[in-house]
């Protein structure tokens, strides 16, 4: 089976041949605030009963309670492979708020996409290609409601945000918002620890008018947003997002090392990572002082300082792989960074 590399070259080649322009990615700044002090309660959920509004943005009610309703469907897309014990406890939480799910699933072998049949959901089977961003813009094209809820099959919404949803994306209509970011816990190390300061804000575009929205299929980009953006308050909406042993030793064989291989074929900035190279071990340092005392990973005791060196690693390997890469791999990635990759990805009807 071709790996994630073998896509990426044969997608930049298709590329090139492409005219299409793309925009300027955004860039959203954000201002630390204090603290997240609310978790998800040993992360046991129930089912969870609408309260009454308190502190949440009111509802946008104009017209019959018909068309209200109409307005506020939203559809839940989520990426698949080999991950039905994630699936499950995913599905069980969301099926409630949501009024479409799609699933866009890379062929699993195991019972994955018979448990998201069993919860009504909409299927879609592509061929795995090592990482899910190009297929994202499949998935948006299949979901047929205006608003998309959009989580990794990792990523577990808060209870707050799971009972306001609808309500939110009301006042975000109303209000002329396109898309909704959403504040991002993470339990990098183990589970019962999440990381509160290391990479805190960690906001994500969840939430979103089909519309409005492009991606690239670029690994570990953020989307192109085509009007305003809602940010929610982070101490009483998030995500939690459970990938524990991602900055550990395993997680450094299993995951980090692909990641690097892939994100040096795809940026640009070689210059910088050359620079970067020659003065590695004092890169490496400073790199490790930001992310420990900077932004304040050592307040997350064992597990911060753990993620804040294997973070460090990563970053290193992507500038070292990038610095050394030949020219045929910088006009590719000029080729990707301009067209995208997701046209790579496609709806089969089934892979061996």
Avoid at 36 to 57: A, M, Q, W
Avoid at 75 to 95: G, M, V, W
Avoid at 114 to 132: E, W
Avoid at 223 to 249: M, N, Q, S, V, W
Wanted: hydrophobic share 40%; aromatic share 10%; proline share 4%.
């Amino acid at each position: 089976m071709e790996g994630p590399e073998y896509h990426v070259l044969k997608g930049a080649k298709n590329a090139l041949k492409s005219n299409n322009v793309r925009l300027t990615m955004e860039v959203h700044g954000e201002t630390v605030r204090k603290k997240v002090i609310s978790l998800l309660e040993k992360l046991k959920y129930k089912t969870i009963e609408p309260k009454k509004e308190r502190d949440i943005p009111p509802c946008y009610t104009h017209g019959s309670k018909a068309e209200v309703a109409e307005m506020c469907k939203i559809s839940a897309l989520i990426f698949t492979r080999n991950s039905a014990h994630q699936l499950l406890r995913l599905l069980k939480i969301i099926e409630k708020v949501v009024d479409e799910v799609v699933i866009v699933d890379g062929c699993s072998e195991d019972n994955t996409v018979s448990i998201a049949k069993s919860y009504g959901a909409k299927v879609y089977l592509t061929k795995p290609l090592g990482y899910v961003e190009p297929c994202r813009m499949l998935g948006i094209s299949k979901v047929t409601n205006e608003w998309v809820l959009y989580l990794d099959v990792d990523e577990v919404p808060s209870p707050n945000l799971i009972r306001d949803i609808k309500k939110i994306v009301n006042y975000a209509t109303k209000h002329g918002y396109v898309a909704i970011r959403i504040n991002r816990i993470n339990f990098y190390v183990n589970l019962k620890k999440p990381l509160l300061h290391i990479f805190q804000p960690d906001y994500q575009v969840r939430v979103f008018n089909k519309y409005h929205i492009m991606y690239k299929g670029i690994v570990h980009e953020q989307p192109i947003i085509f009007g305003k953006t809602l940010l929610l308050d982070r101490e009483k909406y998030f995500i939690c997002h459970l990938a524990p042993e991602t900055y550990t030793l395993k997680g450094l064989k299993s995951k980090l090392i692909k990641y690097a291989i892939l994100a040096s074929r795809m940026r640009l900035d070689k210059k910088r990572s050359m620079i970067f190279s020659l003065f590695l071990p004092l890169i490496f340092v400073i790199r490790l002082f930001k992310y420990l005392v900077i932004r304040r990973g050592i307040l997350d005791g064992v597990e911060g300082v753990k993620a804040a060196f294997f973070y460090v690693i990563y970053l290193s390997m992507v500038d070292l792989l990038k610095a050394f890469r030949n020219r045929k791999w910088d006009i590719l990635a000029e080729a990707i960074n301009k067209h995208g990759l997701s046209h790579l990805c496609h709806e089969v009807e089934y892979f061996k």
